[in-house]
């Protein structure tokens, strides 16, 4: 069973950053594109950042391209997503999850974190 925490959440003020880490347990995570997806309060899961296993192929939502960067390292099961510039807009619960593929879309993922709360303050 594959298991994933995410931490590094936090209060933060706007215009300020945050890195979140995704911890895998288990061999799948190096196998297995990584995503990452938020959810404000009253609103639907939301694509964040995609990467392959690879670390060759990447995706972002169009929210928060050019301020948001995703990687991992595959040697020691995590995952990251660097999140810079930060604005109120981007406050949620962010989850990682894990798929055979990347993709966008929520169901085409397997394994989920229990998430972390990012705040950002105006």
């Known amino acids: 069973q594959v298991q994933l925490v995410e931490s590094g959440g936090g209060l933060v003020q706007a215009g300020g950053s945050l890195r979140l880490s995704c911890a895998a347990s288990?061999?799948?995570?190096?196998?297995?594109?990584m995503g990452w997806f938020r959810q404000a309060p009253g609103k639907e899961h939301e694509f964040v950042a995609g990467i392959s296993w690879t670390g060759g192929t990447i995706d972002y939502a169009t929210s928060v391209k050019g301020r948001f960067t995703i990687s991992r390292d595959n040697g020691k099961n995590t995952g990251f997503l660097q999140m810079n510039s930060l604005k109120s807009e981007d406050t949620a619960v962010y989850y990682c999850?894990?798929?055979?593929?990347?993709?966008?879309?929520?169901?085409?993922?397997?394994?989920w974190g229990q998430g972390t709360q990012v705040t950002v303050s105006s």
């Open positions: 288990g061999r799948t995570f190096s196998t297995s594109a």
């Open positions: 999850a894990l798929s055979n593929l990347l993709s966008r879309w929520r169901h085409e993922y397997t394994y």
